[in-house]
């Protein structure tokens, strides 16, 4: 009897050392022994399922167990050096820190995870809310948007300052983007990504600021991917394929003499700097342009990603258009490419950029006159991708519309995630 008793005993041990090897293997087993995840999905996909927990680049995220509520807390900082050298001699020289970004954002989803929402807001400076929006998910090819984001637009104003290949966009850009602003719009993909659009109708008038008139801004924009999804990452880090995208946006808006003044906000860079509208009080403007000033701009991009090269370009033009007085055009571009020597880890980086627009009409204003260009030379060094990295760059400034207008600035910029 007792040597019965012992048999079964141990038997039932050897099943039980015997029954992991035996184990079936699940879907995630199989995809990871082929290869066709990594090790960095495999450990997402069977991860313990905790309501709350924290993810780098994330933040800390919280969850109930159905999915259908989600929180995701986090941000990231810039902490920047600058040493400007300036040409014109009558200017000291400076060199100061700053805290460049400092953004807490809040995301997720709420009811099912079709209703989506985001809030940023910038810290650096005093307080400023930057996205407040609510979004709804019929489908990939239909996304309902509203409240407060950046329109459709240039592609590098699109992609974070996060993941920029230089420690600020270019000088074209900062020209001629319209920042944030109150809408909303309709967005969505098809293909899986090969073709990509966003629709909206927006105030015109930059964040925060409620629109004076019955005036509204009018943006599209369409990506085409032929070599498969493009993401908005300027820095080069090894993709398995070749990538490539294609990107134009078209933008009219309507501005009249009730938007200028405290009625925009400097985030909209076409009022504030092509424009220069911010120096002008609604009676200069409507002396200087009649009731209405009508503002086209077009942007179109090409983006190439192929083992540790990434390059870029993208061409601005505007058309101002006032009901008296003559209209005028300006228009920028920049052209960029990054290499990652150490991939990775370290990439060095060139762009060149260059603004342009028409001599000084009856109507314009002269100080919107420009003509100017930055040649860039730039290090990066990444710690941790985008999470946690080191950028530095050197930039040398032409400003053919002053007598000493040719400055060099240096930058190194610290940036983490938390």
């Not at 995701?72 to 300036?86: N, P, V």
């Not at 979004?135 to 459709?152: C, D, I, R, W």
């Not at 080069?236 to 990107?247: C, D, E, M, S, T």
């Amino acid at each position: 009897m007792i040597r019965s008793v012992i048999s079964c005993v141990a038997a039932v041990l050897l099943m039980g050392c015997l029954t992991p090897a035996a184990r079936a293997r699940t879907l995630e087993d199989i995809l990871k022994d082929k290869g066709v995840i990594t090790a960095e999905d495999y450990a997402e996909a069977t991860r313990n399922p905790a309501l709350a927990y924290y993810q780098p680049g994330k933040g800390m995220t919280i969850e109930t167990a159905d999915g259908n509520y989600k929180a995701q807390i986090g941000g990231y900082a810039q902490l920047i050096y600058r040493y400007s050298d300036y040409d014109d001699s009558a200017r000291n020289n400076k060199s100061d820190f700053d805290i460049r970004r400092f953004k807490i954002q809040l995301k997720g989803h709420l009811v099912n995870r079709k209703f989506g929402y985001k809030f940023q807001g910038e810290m650096a400076g005093g307080f400023k809310t930057e996205d407040a929006y609510l979004n709804y998910k019929f489908g990939a090819p239909l996304v309902l948007q509203g409240g407060q984001f950046k329109p459709p637009q240039a592609r590098q104003e699109l992609t974070s300052a996060s993941r920029q290949l230089f420690p600020d966009r270019s000088l074209a850009n900062d020209t001629f983007n319209f920042g944030r602003d109150q809408g909303i719009q309709i967005a969505g993909s098809f293909k899986h990504k090969l073709l990509q659009y966003r629709v909206g109708v927006f105030n015109g008038n930059g964040p925060n600021i409620s629109n004076p008139d019955n005036h509204l801004m009018y943006n599209g924009r369409i990506d085409i991917n032929p070599l498969g999804s493009f993401k908005m990452n300027e820095a080069g880090f090894p993709p398995q394929k070749a990538l490539l995208n294609l990107g134009a946006s078209f933008s009219y808006n309507t501005v009249t003499g009730d938007d200028v003044g405290s009625n925009f906000d400097k985030d909209n860079d076409v009022l504030d700097k092509a424009l220069n509208l911010d120096a002008m009080t609604k009676a200069e403007f409507t002396t200087a342009y009649g009731k209405d000033l009508k503002v086209q701009v077009m942007t179109a991009n090409i983006n190439y990603k192929w083992s540790a090269l990434t390059m870029a370009g993208e061409y601005y033009a505007m058309n101002a258009d006032p009901e008296i007085g003559e209209d005028w055009d300006a228009d920028g571009y920049y052209l960029q490419a990054g290499y990652q020597v150490l991939p990775q880890t370290l990439e060095v980086g060139v762009r060149y950029a260059a603004i342009d627009s028409d001599s000084k009409t009856a109507t314009r204003q002269v100080s919107a006159e420009f003509d100017k260009s930055e040649t860039q030379v730039g290090v990066n060094y990444y710690f941790n991708k985008h999470l946690a990295k080191l950028q530095t760059d050197l930039t040398f400034v032409q400003d053919d519309l002053k007598n000493n207008g040719d400055d060099v600035v240096f930058r190194m910029q610290a940036q983490f995630y938390y």
